[in-house]
């Protein structure tokens, strides 16, 4: 089985920071393209991030480009997603997601496995 595992969430002021951590477990992490989603109180789930199977490629959602930055190291099977500059319209539930693939993907449907999720609240 494919479990990932997400962490880092919390409550934070707007302009604050939080590294959220995703762990992965069940098959070989190094070989798949791993990407970050975040759903808001009545909105879509919508992409924020996604990084190649080596950490060589990178792909942001126009609206946090500049503030966070998605990384990866293979040998802890963790994805890091570090988040500067919140905002209110930040808060959602973000979830870590892995890919079919070792490329970036900004599509839902390029993931077949997801994590719980954990809360990220930006006041202002």
């Known amino acids: 089985q494919v479990q990932l595992v997400e962490s880092g969430g919390g409550l934070v002021q707007a302009g604050g920071s939080l590294r959220l951590s995703c762990v992965a477990s069940g098959r070989t992490f190094s070989s798949y393209g791993m990407g970050w989603f975040r759903q808001a109180p009545g909105k879509e789930r919508e992409f924020v991030a996604a990084?190649?199977?080596?950490?060589?490629?990178?792909r942001y959602a126009e609206s946090v480009k500049g503030r966070f930055t998605v990384s990866r190291d293979n040998a802890k099977n963790t994805v890091y997603l570090q988040m500067n500059g919140l905002k209110p319209v930040d808060t959602a539930v973000y979830s870590c997601?892995?890919?079919?693939?070792?490329?970036?993907?900004?599509?839902?449907?390029?993931?077949?496995?997801w994590g719980q999720g954990t809360q990220v609240t930006v006041s202002s």
């Open positions: 990084i190649g199977w080596n950490g060589g490629s990178t």
């Open positions: 997601a892995g890919g079919i693939s070792k490329a970036v993907a900004a599509t839902r449907g390029a993931y077949s496995y």
